[in-house]
């Protein structure tokens, strides 16, 4: 008997039933970048059912997905594979399995600005994300570009109820939680 | 001169959420919106401090953020008592997804407001993207009868973009895999709506930053079918994809490009004939424009 665990960890963590999955593949079949996948999403399902926790936790596939949610909305087990895929990413970087880091560092720089200023400052998440890359200039172009058609917000926008958002971050730990990931990232790295 | 048309009446108002894109990267879309809505008679009331709705960033850091970010936007149009309007998809998204979840799960309900305290929501009014709101308060026939400038020799194909309509476990506006809402809306403008299989294909927005040959495989394989089908335009509702699309030549494709115009810049220059944001778009407009004819 495999070990279930794993399956009811991702089962409880999502509220998705996993196991009703029959492996029919349309996820896979409609997925748009499942060609920079290791491991195509109804194997990923499959995986998560057989318990083999380090083969999914340590996939490129989870951090290739785009969230569009073709999957989801196709399955006919109404499996929500999306909400599995976002599940799992968070179990991933927890135990610092993450094989990519730059989609959540990403995603952490846009969440610290607007916890900062209330709504997202581009500027500063973009060049934040860039010097801690390590790579300043390889967009340069693009952003020139953008800037000429004033395409790009300059200036952060302060919300009046700033002390309010900070109180969110705070109460959903979210604050705590990322400088927990800064130093298992830098650990990993 | 179009002002002699403009409605001196308010049939609705509403209250709207820009979201980030609205205020940055796509201002001409705020333009070009109110320019429409003022002519068909929509008010519209910016969200008293509103804040970021946490797009796809919260939600994959920690689910509960997710919702306490998009709860405090609806908490606060819900003291205001009006509709929210989002025309940004991503927020429609977070925001549609949040109001209903909040509507019927008590528990989910009850978690937010502590987060949000002194906020309070509770699902009580209702979430609508631009095209709902065309639909529900001109309606296609209105649209019709209202238009000056004859489109007929543009051909677009309408792009939805991907989560506009993928909202999962609840009902959507239209239909999940192939939404027919803004083909009508375009055809009674007066243009060509040419169909096409990429209505709802990802642009991969969020990779713009993080994976940008991804984003230009993606975008590029829409800008091609688009291409081949003869299209003049694609047409979208959503920021995120029009500022994809738009910035084609700056992710390194070499090959030709269509413009990509905002639905309501479509309007614009069926109703007036011009456009406000001509200046805004990476990929040149002008041949567009110029095909407009006053009737």
Known sequence: MEDLGFLHEVEKATGEKVSACYQCC???????????????????????????R????????????LQ??????????DIDVARVFDALRKISVREG?????????????????????????????ILRYKIDKKDLFSDTMMGV????????????????????????????????????????????S | MFESYTERYTLVTLSYYPGCSLKTSSRFYEESF??????????????????????SAAHTIDEKLGYALAGRNLALAEREGNHLFAPCSACYNRSVITNTRVREDGELREEINKTIYPLQCTGTIEVKNIIEVLHD????????????????????VPYYGCVLTRIMKMEAFDDKEDPVSMDSLIWSAGAEVVNWPYKMECCGASKTLTNKEMTLKLSSKIMDMALSLGADAVVTPCPLCQLNLD??????????????????ELLELALFGELKGTGSHIIPVDAIVKKAKKK
């Open chain 1, 26 to 52: 349309k996820c896979t079949a409609g997925c748009p970048v499942v060609a920079d996948m290791d491991i195509y999403p109804h194997r990923i399902i499959r995986h998560i059912i057989l318990g083999n």
């Open chain 1, 54 to 65: 380090d083969t999914v936790l340590g996939s490129k596939a989870i951090w290739a997905c």
């Open chain 1, 68 to 77: 569009c949610v073709t999957c989801s909305v196709r399955c006919p087990n």
């Open chain 1, 97 to 125: 399995k993450m094989v990519e880091k730059d989609t959540w560092r990403f995603d952490e720089i846009f969440l610290e600005s607007v916890q900062r200023h209330g709504r997202l400052h581009e500027m500063e998440t």
């Open chain 1, 145 to 188: 570009g953008m800037l000429k058609k004033g395409r790009i917000g300059l200036l952060p926008h302060n919300i009046k109820d700033r002390k309010g958002m900070k109180e969110i971050f705070k109460k959903t730990g979210v604050s705590k939680q990322a400088q927990m990931t800064k130093i298992l990232i830098c650990l990993v």
């Open chain 2, 34 to 55: 109110k320019a429409v809505f003022s002519f068909f008679g929509i008010g519209h009331r910016e969200l008293e401090d509103w804040s970021c709705c946490g797009a």
């Open chain 2, 137 to 156: 308060y001109v309606g296609i026939e209105a649209m019709a009868q209202r238009i000056s400038y004859d489109l007929s020799s543009i051909r677009v």
């Open chain 2, 247 to 264: 910035l084609l030549p700056y992710l390194g494709r070499n090959d030709k490009n269509l413009p990509i115009l905002f639905l309501t």
